[in-house]
């Protein structure tokens, strides 16, 4: 049976770095905050909490900065982290519109929290290209947990046989295919129509 919908990660897929730069490469010169203070401090401290919604984003990074980084308001490195975060693949976008057309439901499977996960969805305007957006804070668990694929078919009411992940971690690919779902790895050396025809999906 040939899937329904094809489920699709953002980073490293439909958002990417074609520069293979990080979005806080030049963080310490642009804002002033040490990289590895923010991610020994805010990220490893706290994310978890964050991405599986337990936990505001807000409410925890303004009093981490507060410790490392005074200088710098929470809304301030919020706007920094988003727009260097956000480089979207338009090639793939582009390629993935046919298979739209023809009938494929286009939802995004992603390990995000509520914040960024609206401005991927409003600010960036994936609405007007993808159907749904299945993300972890909204969910409560995070790819590769079984949990994630549960969640996302009880929202969807897609069989797994329905569903196809395009995804740039080995690991959310084995999980995926261990629940049921079709899913391809996503490294960006290939087309679109090549990966899906790794796994016989075609137009």
Not at 82 to 106: S, T
């Amino acid at each position: 049976m040939s899937p329904r919908c094809l489920m699709v990660d953002v980073d490293g897929v439909v958002v990417h770095a074609p520069d293979g730069r990080r979005w806080d490469a030049d963080i310490e010169a642009d804002l002033g905050i040490s990289p590895q203070a923010l991610q020994e401090k805010f990220f490893r401290a706290h994310f978890h909490d964050i991405v599986h919604g337990r936990a505001d984003l807000f409410d925890r990074l303004a009093p981490a900065l507060a410790e490392f980084a005074p200088h710098v308001t929470a809304q301030a490195l919020v706007d920094y982290w988003f727009e260097k975060d956000g480089r979207l693949n338009h090639a793939l976008l582009e390629a993935l519109a046919p298979w739209r057309a023809a009938g494929y439901a286009l939802h995004l499977a992603t390990v995000q929290e509520h914040h960024r996960a609206r401005h991927l969805w409003e600010k960036l305007a994936l609405k007007a290209r993808f159907d749904a957006i299945h993300y972890a804070a909204d969910l409560g668990c995070a790819k590769p947990d079984p949990a994630f694929w549960a969640a996302v078919q009880q929202r969807t009411g897609y069989a797994p046989a329905d569903l196809l992940l395009i995804d740039d971690s080995p690991r959310n690919v084995e999980s995926a295919r261990a629940a049921g779902w079709a899913a391809v790895l996503w490294d960006g050396t290939e087309t679109l129509d090549e990966v899906l025809g790794k796994a016989a999906v075609r137009l």
